[in-house]
């Protein structure tokens, strides 16, 4: 009997272990570029988060936000003023974390019954860590090009395949961190009909130039 009981306890263990790490690993998300961000968005805002609340629904909650929005910049179409965003109370469940009364943010999300939602795999990042060409592209770049793609490139050599491709090859030499074209070129269709990297200047940089070189 003793020996059942053991067993037993033993594999509530396992089960219950088996679950935490279910929920430590349920959020998993692929890095995107700001451009594919702010694209694949229907709302795109600079705020600054002034309460919380926490929301009785769901398994563990859902935290609602209210922000004071500073600007919008993508989702006149869907809602005129943005006062609360919600996302999941845990950030396991890829659940948001922001500081209130704090810093200004750059928040990205969907709508959902006339709602913002957004989570760990949005773009949500403090206003003052973006850099100067990632404003710009906030600001009008970003929406040209939102008939491109950003064609990720993890090892080389890697090729584009169609004239609307432009190279990411950040995760080459940054190794998953946002690298140099995340932070300073957006993707932008030129007349002609290509896809390119633009910064304001003619790209100089040979790692983005020669991506296809073995």
């Not at 998300?29 to 795109?44: E, F, G, K, R, T």
């Not at 100067?132 to 970003?142: A, D, E, P, V």
């Not at 609307?164 to 070129?185: A, K, V």
Request: glycine fraction near 6%.
């Amino acid at each position: 009997m003793q020996s059942f009981h053991c067993t037993l306890f033993n594999l509530l263990i396992v089960l219950s272990s088996l679950q935490i790490r279910q929920f430590t690993e349920a959020c998993s998300c692929l890095q995107s570029h700001p451009q594919d961000a702010y694209c694949n968005s229907d709302i795109v805002i600079r705020a600054k988060v002034v309460g919380k609340k926490l929301l009785k629904d769901g398994h563990f909650g859902t935290m609602r936000y209210t922000v004071k929005q500073t600007k919008m910049y993508k989702g006149f179409d869907k809602i005129q003023h943005v006062q609360h965003i919600y996302t999941d109370a845990s950030e396991s469940l890829c659940g948001v974390k922001f500081d209130i009364n704090k810093y200004q943010y750059l928040i990205t999300g969907r709508v959902y019954d006339g709602k913002v939602y957004t989570g760990l795999c949005n773009l949500n990042e403090k206003w003052d860590r973006l850099t100067l060409s990632q404003k710009k592209g906030i600001n009008h770049r970003y929406q040209l090009g939102c008939n491109c793609r950003i064609k990720p490139c993890y090892y080389l050599p890697c090729f584009v395949t169609s004239k609307n491709e432009c190279l990411w090859t950040d995760m080459i030499s940054y190794f998953g961190h946002p690298g140099y074209q995340s932070r300073h070129y957006a993707c932008i269709q030129q007349k002609e009909g290509y896809c390119s990297w633009y910064r304001g200047m003619p790209i100089r940089d040979k790692t983005i130039i020669n991506a296809t070189d073995p």
